[in-house]
C-alpha cells in the first residue's frame, strides 16, 4: 500500500515537473533493462492486436544477431523477449535464452504457449527465469474467441505438461505465470482460471486487462468495446457517450530509461509496433551506447516526458 502511494506520488510530481526542467536534471540514465524481439510473425489472428495488421516488414533476429546486441550492451539486468510477435516462432529463441542467462541476465518470454510442447526440454536447460503461458478461457468457446487459430485443449495441455516436467525436475525456473485477459464474456471464468493455476502449482496469476490499441480508429474501438470490454473492475476504460476512454493514462513513461529492439536491430519505444520512432540501428550506426547518447536519442526523450509523439497521446499501457 505505502509503495503504491509512494509510486503514484512520483508519478504525479514528475510528470509536473519533469517536462520543464533542463534535460540534465531529467536525464535519469540506462536502466539495464530492454525489450528485444525475436520476431513480429505470429501464428494467431488476435482481433484487438495489433500484429495482424502490421506493416512492417516480417522477420527473425538471428542467433548470431541476438549475441551483438547482448555483447555489445554491457551490464543488462533483464530482457524481455518479445514485443510484436510470438517468439516461440524463432527456432533459436532458447539457445538465445540460454547465452543471456549464462551471462546472469534474467529473460521473460511471453507465448500464446501454442508451440511450447515443442520446446520442453529446451527451456528447462536454457535456465529461463521467467515464462507467461496464456490461457484466455476456462473453456474452449471463451478461450478460441479471442485467440484465433489457437486449440484450448492443446494450449492446456501443454501448460499442464509444463508444470509438471518442472515439478517433476525440481526446478526453481521458470518463474510460470498465467496471464488471462479479462474480457465481457470470460470474466465470470476467473475463480476457475484461479483454480486452475492453483492446482497446478503456477507461480502467479496474471488478470490482465485488454488494450484497445492506438492502431484502431474510434469507430472501431467502439465496436471492440461493445464485443470484449468486461465490467468496469477489471477495464481500463470507461464509457462517455459510449465512447471508450482511459481511466488512467500514464504520467512518466517509463521509455526514457529503457529501449526497445526491433528483430532488425531498429531502436524504439515499448508502443512503437510499426517502427514509426526510431533513433537508430543497433547493427548500422555505431552499437548502442553511440545510440542511446545521441542527441537525437536524447531530443527524443525529452519530447517522451512531454508527451509529444502522436504515439503517446495515444498510448495506454500500464
Not at 155 to 162: P, R, S, T, W, Y
Request: hydrophobic share 35%; proline share 4%.
Amino acid at each position: 500500500m505505502i509503495k503504491s502511494i509512494l509510486k503514484s506520488l512520483k508519478q504525479n510530481i514528475g510528470s509536473l515537473t519533469l517536462p520543464y526542467l533542463p534535460w540534465w536534471l531529467c536525464d535519469f540514465g540506462f536502466s539495464r533493462r530492454i525489450i528485444i524481439e525475436p520476431t513480429n510473425a505470429c501464428n494467431l489472428r488476435c482481433p484487438i492486436c495489433p500484429t495482424p495488421k502490421m506493416k512492417r516488414k516480417k522477420g527473425f533476429l538471428s542467433f548470431e544477431n541476438f549475441k551483438k546486441i547482448i555483447d555489445d550492451i554491457p551490464d543488462l539486468k533483464s530482457v524481455s523477449m518479445n514485443f510484436a510477435g510470438e517468439p516461440l516462432l524463432n527456432k533459436d529463441i532458447f539457445k538465445m535464452v540460454k547465452y543471456a542467462e549464462a551471462k546472469n541476465i534474467k529473460i521473460l518470454i511471453s507465448t500464446n504457449t501454442v508451440f511450447l510442447d515443442r520446446y520442453m526440454d529446451e527451456a528447462f536447460d536454457s535456465g529461463l527465469s521467467n515464462l507467461i503461458v496464456c490461457l484466455d478461457g476456462a473453456t474452449k468457446e471463451s478461450h478460441e474467441r479471442y485467440r484465433v487459430g489457437s486449440s484450448f485443449e492443446s494450449v492446456k495441455k501443454n501448460i499442464e505438461e509444463f508444470c509438471r516436467e518442472k515439478k517433476r525436475r525440481n526446478l526453481e525456473k521458470p518463474h510460470i505465470t498465467l496471464q488471462f485477459l479479462v474480457m465481457r464474456y470470460n470474466e465470470a471464468e476467473i475463480p476457475a482460471i484461479i483454480s486452475f493455476a492453483k492446482d497446478l502449482g503456477i507461480d502467479s496469476v496474471d488478470l490482465k486487462t485488454v488494450s484497445l490499441g492506438a492502431h484502431h480508429n474510434m469507430t472501431e474501438k467502439v465496436e471492440l468495446a461493445k464485443k470484449f470490454l468486461p465490467s468496469n473492475n477489471f477495464s481500463r476504460y470507461t464509457l462517455k457517450d459510449g465512447k471508450p476512454v482511459l481511466k488512467h493514462r500514464p504520467k512518466l513513461c517509463q521509455w526514457v530509461r529503457r529501449t526497445v529492439i526491433l528483430w532488425n536491430g531498429d531502436v524504439t519505444c515499448c508502443y512503437d509496433f510499426e517502427g514509426k520512432l526510431v533513433v537508430g540501428n543497433i547493427f548500422k550506426d555505431g552499437g548502442f551506447k553511440k545510440i542511446w547518447n545521441s542527441s537525437k536519442y536524447k531530443k527524443y526523450r525529452k519530447k517522451i516526458l512531454r508527451k509529444e509523439f502522436d504515439l503517446c497521446k495515444n498510448c495506454n499501457l500500464q
